[in-house]
């Protein structure tokens, strides 16, 4: 058996590796965010590498937003209850 095989890791494992269901690792590989390799007939069974769990991993990050500060030099605060006022002057053209 080769050390290529035995690196190899199943739905399960690849699931257990990024806290995730095996569910969900399936889907992940059927839409093709998952690189993965299946072997034998009809459904057959599927084996992941862990370099494509990694690539999976960079690919899934997602950066902080970027505060942009509002015209008036303030940080712009976030509208946690809709006041028309307010929305109206955040949308008046400048």
Do not use: N
């Amino acid at each position: 058996m080769s050390t290529a095989a035995i690196q190899k890791m199943t739905v399960k494992e690849a699931a257990a590796e990024l806290r995730i269901s095996p569910a969900l690792v399936y889907s992940l590989c059927a839409v093709g965010k998952i690189r993965h390799e299946r072997h034998g007939l009809g459904r057959g069974t599927i084996r992941i590498s862990p370099k494509a769990l990694e690539e999976y991993r960079k690919a899934s990050e997602v950066s902080p937003p970027v505060s942009v500060p509002a015209s008036s030099g303030s940080p712009a605060e976030p509208f946690s209850v809709l006041d028309p006022k307010r929305l109206g002057k955040a949308w008046k053209p400048r």
